[in-house]
Nanobody
């Protein structure tokens, strides 16, 4: 069983930066692609970014491309999301997620992920 725990959320001003962390336990996730999703108040949960096993490939939603960076430290079994130039529309609960199979292709689809963290709140004030 995989446990994922997000941290690093908080209140930040427009234009500021935050770094989210996703620490995994119960299994080494070196050979798994990973993803970040978010859910804003009153909206569906949406894809933010994904990273391949090995970290070679990354993909982003259009709304965060150029501002957010996903990366991983497999030695620490941890994934990160560096968020720069934050906007009010980035306000959401952010979730990290992992699939249940190794060596898969990266995915934007929530259905391709089995394990989810509890989420961390990010609030961007104008």
């Amino acid at each position: 069983q995989v446990q994922l725990e997000e941290s690093g959320g908080g209140l930040e001003q427009v234009g500021g930066s935050l770094r989210l962390s996703c620490a995994a336990s119960g299994r080494t996730l070196t050979s798994y692609f990973l993803g970040w999703f978010r859910q804003a108040p009153g909206k569906e949960r949406e894809f933010v970014a994904t990273i391949s096993w090995g970290g070679t490939y990354t993909f982003y939603s259009d709304s965060v491309k150029g501002r957010f960076t996903i990366y991983r430290d497999d030695a620490q079994n941890t994934m990160y999301l560096q968020m720069n130039n934050l906007k009010p529309e980035d306000t959401a609960v952010y979730y990290c997620a992992a699939p249940d199979h190794e060596y898969g292709d990266v995915s934007r689809r929530q259905a391709d992920y089995t394990y989810w963290g509890q989420g961390t709140q990010v609030t961007v004030s104008a």
